[in-house]
């Protein structure tokens, strides 16, 4: 049965014979992946003509609630994709960090969508630039979804996640996605996109899918395009040199294999926590996805005084790792993903060889449960040893990518450095110690060589996610050998995805074109108080200003008493030679509390509840009998999602300014209030 592509809102297969994809433990055929007859610039233009504008119209907090219904929805749909995923010789572990790894990163961009970003299509980056002396010019930066499409190649080893962890953030961003999985595996990421198309919750065009080679895709790539690609160096380098992407400047996130270390502190000797989980880390690492993995721990960095008791507890621990097919009972490292990537991991190790010792595994016998020996990609976890790893330049180098790692000692702490600096870039690093200094000795004498640091002892390792596992809300890539790319990152990912621009003009301008209040902008007059009217009514820059009111002895002293706050500066009798006051000085927090009464309107009415307050500054002392009034000015609305069992409502960002007698600013801050939609 051929592979089917989803394109151009249709399900097609290839005009050719195509590959065959075989099942990783007995060789049995799964289907047949062929994109003969593909026509990769219809496909780039339908993502561009169909999906960017609907996804674009889309607020984040619309595509936010799409992914989080798409997460729920493949969750219902899981143990499909694990029964699948299976043919892959991925184990239910395995299974569990592709799949359900892959639905969370929908899950954690949803939540980051709905709470982090406004409900708008576009969003407003950093503060406003003046630019003029009389305040009539000025800038501020947007970012707006690109007008392209995504175009996401990525690799066998984790045909979900893969896809998910990206397409959950250029979604988020309103941009359509053309996924690319490699063939080999395939055939999992067609069951899985499969259920998203008969969702119907992503709108058309949003997704598409390419199950076979795709080259002269790139041939097809506009300047609003952005390519992903996760693989080998070799291959990353490759593409990212294609004229396309290099006449049109376009976007080229490369996140590629790298020879990733973890690190043993001298402190962890064996009598220690430290060291129980170092090893079982390490073993760890070399067994899930059978060692399929961009972040597996490739170089087992120790003190040299340690090596002989670590190799002895890696060996054990390793040989009780059970190898089979894994829908068979008791296997806990399944096989490589295919008999191509059996013969590249034993080819490499035999590389690898020439210059370490084999201490377990690599081509010595081993039992395996189920599968075929001959048909199948089994390979045993192997641990090899450099002696001289700052001279043997190899094993920095050669990545066997399976269940392989080489260990290697260091005698001092620069040593272990140098050792982690010669990956020349790796995606992650970790530290296994319970001496805070000796991590942060490691940490940043070589952080500018990792995309990520992890640092392990007692107190955090049970809760720890693991050396192996990027989380959608940090950034996963790193540089140099690793790709010098990123992505994820929460938030920051999304920015992948679109454009920054600068826009300049007046205040006001401004205030139109953010949706955001600007400092001097027009404001709208109330004719009545801002708080008696509903979300929907409120606009930006509507105002109030207040009456005024002194500040007298008895408000600082009967604060003083309330608060328990009694600061040298609010006593009348403290000597003010010396300090930065002239006499005494009114509280801040007072100051801010009393601006709340002018401004807060008593009655029952829209504003249902002070939700918070940001930004607060106090730029200016307040004396006894300065007299103050306040500024309130509707800054920014953001609708709530209506609940069933809940006032529908939305959150209104309200700049308050407290001005002085002499009509300068002592005190500024941003309060948010929850309040009331219009009754329907």
Known sequence: ???????????????????????????????????????????????????GPTLRAMTFHERGRALKALALYLLEKKEHFYRVSSFTGATKIDSWIDIEGGIGNLFTMATKGRRQMPDTPFCVDGDYEPLSKNGTFGG????????????????????VWGMLEKIAVNLLAGVPAVVKPATLTS??????????????????????????SASGILDHLTNQDIVTFTGSAETGRMLKSHSNIVDLSVPFNMEADSLNCSIL??????????????????AREITVKAGQKCTAIRRTIVPDNLIEAVTKALKERLLKTTIGDPNCEGVRMGPLAGRSQFEEVSAKVKELNQTCEILLGGNQDFEIIGGDRELGAFFPPTLLYCSDPLSNKAVHNIEAFGPVTTLMPYSNTDEAIQLAKLGEGSLVGSIITGDDQFAKDIVYGSAAYHGRFLV??????????GHGSPMPQLVHGGPGRAGGGEEMGGIRGVFHYMQ???????????????????????????????????????????????????????????????????????????????TIFEGQVAHGYFIISAAAGLFVDPPKG??????????????????????????????????????????????????????????EVAALATILTLVAKRPA
């Open 1 to 51: 049965m051929k592979i089917e592509h989803y394109i151009q809102g249709s399900w097609v297969t290839g005009t050719g014979s195509g590959t065959e994809l075989k099942n990783a433990s007995n060789g049995a055929v799964v289907g047949i992946a062929d994109s003969t007859g593909i026509n990769f610039k219809e496909i780039l233009n339908y993502a561009r003509g169909t999906g």
């Open 140 to 159: 501020h930066h947007i970012y707006v979804p690109k007008e392209g499409c995504a175009i996401h190649i990525n690799a066998f080893n984790f045909p």
């Open 187 to 212: 055939y999992l990421t067609e069951t899985v996109v499969k259920e998203i198309i008969a969702s119907k919750i992503l709108p058309e065009g949003s997704l598409q899918l390419i199950c076979g």
């Open 265 to 282: 502190g001298p402190d962890a000797t064996p009598d220690t926590e430290e060291f129980q989980i170092f090893i079982k880390e390490v």
């Open 456 to 465: 392990l002892n007692k107190d955090c390792a049970k809760e720890s996610t």
């Open 500 to 578: 920054r621009t600068a826009i300049q003009g007046s205040p006001t301008t401004l205030t139109a074109l953010t949706g955001v209040y600007q400092p001097g902008s027009q404001k709208i007059k109330s004719v009545v108080h801002p708080f008696t009217q509903y979300f929907e009514d409120l606009e930006i820059g509507h105002s109030l200003s207040t009456e005024d009111r002194e500040i007298t002895v008895d408000d600082i002293e009967s604060f003083c008493n309330l608060s328990g706050d009694h600061f040298y500066a609010h006593k009348p009798d403290t000597d003010f030679s010396d």
């Open 606 to 663: 829209p504003v249902l509840a002070n939700y918070g307050l940001d930004e607060l500054r106090f730029t200016k002392p307040m004396y006894v009998g300065t007299r103050f009034r306040v500024n309130l000015t509707v800054k920014e609305k953001t609708a709530q999602e209506d609940r069933e069992d809940e006032i529908p409502r939305g959150i209104v960002r309200w700049q308050v300014e407290v001005l002085d007698d002499e009509d």
